[in-house]
């Protein structure tokens, strides 16, 4: 069970590194961009913590695609960047692959 709460934090850390790395406006905002490289390093810490026990395919499977939901909801909200149909689309299946990833793969 640890091993999916480290890979949350990582999941959390990614999110808050790109988050951080928009709003850095291309590291011309040192500070913002020296938080996102902080954020992207405790990322992979915690990543490779929960790659102990969690196959790496199925690992990587949630970690990039919560992620890349996450990181697109956070562009709608927080960027006002469209969206469409097609987006929601996408979404929908990256979603559905995570659950297939994870019902049709067995952990260590």
Excluded: H
């Amino acid at each position: 069970m640890k091993e999916y709460i480290y890979l949350l934090i990582a999941i959390i850390g990614e999110l808050i590194g790109t988050t951080l790395l928009k709003a850095s406006d291309g590291f011309s905002k040192l500070f913002l961009g020296m938080l996102a490289l902080f954020s992207y390093a405790s990322c992979y810490f915690f990543f490779s913590k929960c790659l102990k026990t969690i196959n790496l395919g199925v690992a990587y499977a949630i970690w990039s695609g919560v992620g890349i939901v996450i990181t697109t909801v956070i562009g709608i909200i927080l960027w006002k960047e469209k969206n469409n149909l097609i987006t929601i689309l996408a979404i929908i299946m990256i979603i559905i692959g995570i659950i297939l990833l994870n019902l049709t793969t067995t952990n260590k």
